[in-house]
């Protein structure tokens, strides 16, 4: 093929093929605000100089104008592909819209261009790197090859719930479930602009435009945007794509969404490379000086002359032209003017704001509004949503604002929120994004600052004086008033309601904000759906603590504080034992779980007469009784940790461990300690037309069946019933009733432990000493005598 | 700077083909919800809650009654009844309960007019005597072994073998503190303490013994009988485990976890006088070093067959679930999927293949087991861990589409190699393209560490590959078999008569013995 026909070839696939789109590099910070004039034009220049990476090759000492750098090619390799490589240093606005990239070609003759794009894309190719493994954990599913093993559909939820729409384009047919606008949005709707702009909400009203995706399924294959989107920072390191510390297969879902949708236009494919290739792309790459921006190990940088030294209003200058030997940087009249304004001298108002230039340049502002300017576009807000689509406002589906977030939350937290570690709003389908700590560190010092944090006062400067046990009483009451309605504590809500768990906030919200806050929230605030529970300063609640606010307040705090250890707000705490606590009605209620004294085999049996056993299914005996409430089933049924449950009523009776039923070969032997010792198998229970359980055990050649229920006396009655299975049935079967200190025989068939448990038999028994203890014995061996069956009742009374 | 010779190229516009799947799991086996459920908790919440509505139908256990109803045991601790499940959709389906007050029932079975299941404590047989539907018996069949009440203590079961045994399988204790410590036993040698036979196989005969049979379990999720009625389980991996994997369960057998030593001295025990266990050796060695130590039938290996292996189902449809009668599915927890699983003997061992089958389940599959039209019923949770799929548990069928896949369906030892047999005829020029295919091998370390590294990988030469007359099948010559290591083949260039390619080309052999030659 001519060299003729082959640039018609390219014109028709570099340049027709693609769609008409802007070709001036997309600045979040400098369309969103710099173009409507929200910013000072210095501070738009100053953004654009750090985006547009002219301080890369024009260093200053300027911190706010440091150049975010471009991607790491390490990797370039297998990370790109490279027909797209080629297209795009040919033509980086066109294949990649928006992109910061200059047309580093430029600078050569026409002609010249293709081949040096085709030997720059085979050298970029041999910069390989191998993609990290991702290792599988039982929490952490990593399928086979999951790269290819994207939904695009459950790519497409994530990609529109999880916060990648707030900085990029929606697809048209993402259906979002209906949420109620907010307050503002609605106001938004009914002004005409005139009166947007009187009320100062053009901003609020304006289209958040998006920054553009490219061709995706030319630039990358399924694994490596896969990867991009694991860990965005390895190759950006700039942090303008934030890290969502997404799971394998999240990251694969959303990656076949996006190559699935960016995928049109055609694609062209380029020669191998040859050694030859590749060396000429290594001394281009050299000689352009690609390595100020993009760092590649053992290329040396190629500065260029200091930013101060340049004179921007010169002829020649890149701003005025496109002269001479430098990379095209095609901006327009509105960017260029803000260029000019960032080399024009300081006034003596400007004052360098480094958290602004940060928020800027990281594009805070795309999810958090902080000082009446970001927040999520008006567009954009209903991709958000509430988990489960519980209504608690714009608060429940939205960033919160950062304005005053220096006075609210302390450093530490602040720090943490930052490296992804603490999501307090689990509810919300956005995720807080983790931005490399590089460009993050000096944030929550700098929010601390300029909100007048800088030394907090500690609480017992802030709050009223209470002693802790009132206090922590007074706070849990407190709760029930409105909190338990919106927010979680430790995990446990009222049903259906999500929120904010409360748990921790003394650990990250500054206590004067705390109490400002509960003060009058909206104060702090505006628009929150927290009510005020304290209008003109007066407590909605009189009784508690005698109506007195700062008290109120004081307590509140003491609660919150401790709430790990305190006992949940009583609504909650009951709204959770209608769903998890056993409640007897009408009929028995069984339970088999871990007690802490009736063991691993726990039989709970409670009643609707509100008195309960236990049976330790395991040594086979009756363990406790007890009366009152029952028992929690929470954590026998749903807990992964399966923690032991403890009866929840009061008058708990413990009995000695130790079988109930042995078979003593000597009327003296020692009393066994474990059911095989002593000669006994537990076989079950069956229930009867009343739901009562008859416990059934074999022991010596005997069957005893095992009926407990409470008594009029609120105690227990325990029937034996007694027949012979076996054909040698052992009469030195034995039935110890009770045993420890104290034992008194009371009568023959009545016996005392202490002053506690009395019990009362139909059959007499005989006390006798245990080892160092006393043991009150049936002996239902000699009970039977010869016959095949007989009952022996016994009261328990405490 | 940029030479002429260099624009001697072509550039061509290619179109970029809509990068949809050629062909898709769901094509040959669809998913039907019986009942799935989502919650708003994370499936490791400390404070995790079910659904705000419906039944907290985390299914762990499942018996196939007669007609539409199927009983199912939920890990809150009940069994249900449902019926009108095979309805498609499955609008109808009624619940009724059978039984409560359960300890984390962990499987269910129809048994002699009765429900039999396994609880943390004991194996407990349900049974209405009244007639009403549900049960007022709760039978003790078998209990005695250590429960020291820490959470990771599973127990598993029942099945029933060949012989009218029922098997039940014992979690290891992970990490015993305190109280717990109270409840174990220990073995003076080794030094292990755990408690009783915990990390065992067990049976309970028909008159009703209970019986150890095997040990070395770490978290023996599935239990089930082949065509034979050879009895197998499932481990997962974690300390001693290297990867997931398949066992015959078998007298006086040793598999992963040396703690499940314990019990060594214990009366009934089958294993006698283990004086040290090798710890940090390639499987090949440790197991010259540890006689009664044997290797699983497969090796599942990890992350390319699943993270967390659990139940065992043989294909018993004789065809109403497509090409694959007798092998076995095995459920997969962390993927939230099912493989197939192949398997031959080889000097009077099992051994054989494993395959992906079928992903994308609603979450995490516990139990699974086929109901009388050949679907099989997948019980699923996920609670505690973690597991791809957007449901928290539930209730799927998987139903064949009568459309067959074209898969490997038996890849069988051969003593120069494998023979692939597909489901339907290959193309004869891919088939016998040795380019059509890539074999490499490794075996794993046994050590108390968590899981294992692939080790001594090495890529393997076919030097033929040889189409049967019939099309059906490809013998493959290799060189450089190594017994006990697993064989990883990749069939991607091999092609149907249609010119499809297979829907999973992988199969992983775990070649514990190469067969000998016979003389023809």
Known sequence: MTKFKWLIALCVSVFIASPALAEIPFVSGFERFGRHEEIADRTAGQLLLSELNCTSCHKTNDPLIQPKGGPNLAGAGNRLQREWMLRFLMNPQQTKPGTTMPGILDRLYPEQQLGAAVALSAYLETLEQPFPEIRATGANPVLFEFWNRGDAARGKALYHQIGCVACHEPSEDYEVVAVKPSPLDELLEQLDPDELKEMGLSAAARKVQSIPHSNLAEKYTRQSLTHFLLKPDAVRPDGRMPDFQLTAVDAADISEFLITKYSEGQRIEAPPATAELVAEGRKLFEEFGCVNCHNVKGIATHPAKPLAELAVDAENSCVSSRLGNQPRYVLDEQQTHAIRAAFAPAGTTAKPDALHSNMLKLNCFACHERGGQGGVGRYRRPYFETLGHVDIGDEGRLPPTLSGVGAKLNEKWLTSVLQGKGRVRPHMTIRMPVFPATMTKSLPSQFAAADELASPKPSAEVFAKLDEKSALEAGRLLMDVGCVQCHEFNGETLPGTVGVDLLGVADRIDPQWFHDFLRNPADLKPRTRMPTFFPDGKSANQQILGGDMELQIAAMWAYIKNLSKQPLPQKIADARSQNYELTPLGKPVVLRTFMPEAGTHAIAVGFPQKVHFALDAETVRLAQGWRGRFLDAEGTWFMRFAPPADPLGNEVLNLSAGPDFAVLTRPEAKWPVAAEEAGIQFQGYRLDAEGVPTFEYDVGGWRIADRIVPNESNGLTRTLTLTRVGSEASSQVFYRVLAGNGLKQLGPNKCQLGAGVVVTSSTAGELRDGNGHHEWLIPLGSAIGNGTETRVEVEYQW | ?520
């Not at chain 2, 679930?321 to 007798?326: I, L, N, W």
Request: hydrophobic residues 35%.
């Open chain 2, 1 to 520: 700077m940029v030479t002429r010779c260099q624009f001697l190229f072509a550039v061509l516009c290619v179109l970029v083909c809509a990068n949809a799947h050629a062909q898709s799991e769901e094509d040959y086996y669809r998913l039907i919800d019986v009942s799935v459920a989502e919650t708003l908790s994370q499936s490791r919440a400390k404070n995790w809650k079910p659904a705000p509505d419906g039944l907290a139908l985390e299914v762990s256990g499942i018996a196939i009654l007669d007609g539409n109803r199927i009983a199912v045991a939920i890990r809150k601790g009940e069994v249900w009844i449902l019926d009108g499940v095979y309805d498609n959709p499955p609008k109808d389906v009624t619940y009724h309960r059978f039984a409560t007050a359960l300890h984390e029932p962990l499987g269910l079975l129809a048994h002699n007019g009765s429900l039999y299941t396994v609880q943390r404590t004991e194996m407990t047989r349900l049974t209405d005597t009244d007639g009403d539907d549900v049960a007022d018996e709760y039978v003790t069949v078998a209990k005695g072994w250590g429960v020291t009440g820490h959470y990771h203590e599973y127990a598993y079961g029942p099945e029933l073998d060949g012989e009218g045994n029922l098997w039940l399988t014992l979690n290891i204790g992970l990490g015993l503190q305190g109280e717990h410590l109270k409840r174990t036993i220990q073995e003076p040698t080794l030094g292990y303490r755990q408690g009783r036979w915990r990390g065992w196989g067990m049976k309970v005969t028909p008159d009703g013994k209970l019986v150890p049979v095997c040990a070395g379990m770490r978290s023996p999720a599935g239990i089930g009988a082949n065509a034979e009625g050879d009895m197998f389980y499932t481990d997962q991996q974690g300390n001693w485990v290297a990867t997931n994997s398949l066992h015959h369960m078998r007298d006086g057998v040793m598999f992963h976890h040396a703690e499940a030593l314990a019990s060594m001295n214990e009366p009934g025990s089958t294993i006698h006088e283990v004086k040290e266990v090798p710890n940090g050796l390639p499987l090949p060695q440790a197991l010259e070093k540890f006689p009664q130590l044997r290797p699983p039938a497969v090796w599942f290996p990890y992350k390319k067959m699943g993270q967390s292996a659990t139940d065992i189902v043989l294909d018993a449809s004789e065809g109403k679930f497509g090409p694959f009668a007798g092998q076995l599915f095995v459920g997969e927890f962390t993927q939230a999927g099912i493989n197939r699983v192949f398997l031959e003997k080889v000097d009077g061992e099992y051994q054989g293949a494993c395959f992906p089958f079928r992903t994308g389940m609603a979450t995490a599959v516990l139990r699974l087991e086929q109901g009388h039209d050949g679907s099989l019923f997948a019980g699923l949770t996920n609670r505690g861990w973690s597991s791809l799929g957007s449901a928290s548990y539930g209730l799927q069928r998987l139903q064949w589409t009568g459309k067959t896949p074209f898969e490997i369906l038996e890849m069988r030892a051969q003593p120069d190699g494998f023979e692939l047999t597909f489901t339907e005829p290959v193309d004869k020029k891919s088939a016998e393209d040795l380019s059509s295919y890539q074999l490499s091998s490794y075996t794993y370390l046994y050590h108390e560490t968590y899981g294992s590294d692939e080790i001594q990988s090495r890529d393997l030469t076919m030097t033929s590959a040889k189409l049967s007359d019939d099309g059906l099948s490809v013998h493959l010559k290799v060189d450089g078999l190594r017994p006990l290591f697993v064989h990883e083949l990749h069939a991607n260039g091999v092609r149907s008569r249609d010119g499809n390619p297979l829907l999973h080309p992988q199969a992983y052999y775990t070649l514990n013995r190469i067969p000998a030659a016979t003389n023809p």
